[in-house]
């Protein structure tokens, strides 16, 4: 069955950095798009990155544009988000989300990883 | 603020049909189909409504999506108590370009 297992959450300072790494397994990585949602604490979904099956297009949210950045390993069926210049409000659920084909649907989401900003 | 438009609250009483609204723009509603996501709580998000109107295997029929112009709603009838949830509407927004969601509806069951 289809799993994604993100990892790599933890509390960090302002202005840090951190990855986050998803595990996909259960399905052909290499042949899905991948996003990256996010959800602030009692906040609604907000979708931040999004990375094409080669990996050739990438998309990023104007809220990360510049300080995330997206990025997947095919051999490895990994997802990962580099986050950079983390400030207080990047606090939030961090979810590995598949999209089915392009600009259709999220059909898996994994459990999420929590990241805490704070001094 | 959301780019999608949704009311932050619904409610209704076990067997009644309550609608969710989704209201959005040429560039995403209206040029693209809308989805539906339930989030229990605690949990992650779910895929409730594809496509606009089409179910995933495994949700009911009481689940029921539709799309007119750049609005789209969301029904379910005869509300049962583990339908509580948040929902949340998304398409992808031409002009951006990208994922964009609505704000979320607390639904709750009295």
């Known amino acids: 069955q289809v799993q994604l297992v993100e990892s790599g959450g933890v509390l960090v300072k302002p202005g840090g950095s951190l990855r986050l790494s998803c595990a996909a397994s259960g399905f052909t990585f290499s042949d899905y798009y991948m996003n990256w949602v996010r959800q602030a604490p009692g906040k609604g979904l907000e979708w931040l990155s999004y990375?094409?099956?080669?990996?050739?297009?990438?998309y990023y949210a104007d809220s990360v544009k510049g300080r995330f950045t997206i990025s997947r390993d095919n051999a490895k069926n990994s997802l990962y988000l580099q986050m950079n210049s983390l400030r207080a409000e990047d606090t939030a659920v961090y979810y590995c989300?598949?999209?089915?084909?392009?600009?259709?649907?999220?059909?898996?989401w994994g459990q999420g990883t929590l990241v805490t900003v704070s001094s | 603020q959301s780019v999608l438009t949704q009311p932050p609250s619904a409610s209704g009483t076990p067997g009644q049909r309550v609608s969710i609204s989704c209201s959005g723009s040429?560039?995403?509603?209206?040029?693209?189909?809308v989805n539906w996501y339930q989030q229990l709580p605690g949990t992650a998000p779910k895929l409730l409504i594809y496509s606009n109107n089409q179910r995933p295997s495994g949700v009911p029929d009481r689940f029921s999506g539709s799309k007119s112009g750049t609005s789209a709603s969301l029904a379910i009838s005869g509300l049962q108590s583990e339908d509580e949830a948040d929902y949340y509407c998304?398409?992808?927004?031409?002009?951006?370009?990208?994922?964009?969601f609505g704000g979320g509806t607390k639904l709750t069951v009295l």
């Open positions: 998304a398409a992808w927004d031409d002009s951006l370009p990208f994922w964009v």
């Open positions: 040429s560039s995403n509603i209206g040029s693209n189909t």
């Open positions: 989300v598949r999209e089915t084909y392009s600009r259709s649907y999220f059909d898996y």
């Open positions: 990375i094409s099956s080669s990996g050739n297009t990438i």
